[in-house]
């Protein structure tokens, strides 16, 4: 049964910067689109970017130039680098796998990822 974990949300000010880590553990996930997807209270959870195992990165116009996806497949980790924070980044972001192709599927959809970790909160003050 995969796993995901993700660590390193907290609170910050506006401006600042936040990493984020999801650790997958039960099998690799070297080959899986890895998504991050993040939700507000109150709304719906919404696409933040996504990269397939060759590394190309896809992001929501919201956080494009700001923020960063990266992973390290022999530590079976993915990473969120947020910078240039905002209040309205405030949500809980949550990791997730998905597919082992591109093809067919809708990568900015969170109905189309299987595994999904518990999420972490990030807080941005203003």
């Known amino acids: 049964q995969v796993q995901l974990v993700e660590s390193g949300g907290g609170l910050a000010q506006a401006g600042g910067s936040l990493r984020l880590s999801c650790a997958a553990s039960?099998?690799?996930?070297?080959?899986?689109?890895m998504g991050w997807f993040r939700q507000a209270p109150g709304k719906e959870r919404e696409f933040v970017g996504s990269?397939?195992?060759?590394?190309?990165?896809d992001y929501a116009d919201s956080v494009k130039g700001r923020f960063t996806i990266s992973r390290d497949n022999a530590k079976n980790k993915v990473y969120l680098q947020m910078n240039s924070l905002k209040p309205e980044d405030t949500a809980v972001y949550y990791c997730?796998?998905?597919?082992?192709?591109?093809?067919?599927?809708?990568?900015?959809?969170?109905?189309?990822?299987?595994?999904w970790g518990q999420g972490t909160q990030v807080t941005v003050s203003s």
């Open positions: 997730a796998a998905g597919r082992t192709t591109t093809r067919g599927w809708d990568t900015k959809a969170p109905s189309e990822y299987e595994y």
């Open positions: 039960g099998r690799t996930l070297s080959s899986n689109v």
């Open positions: 990269i397939n195992w060759i590394l190309n990165t």
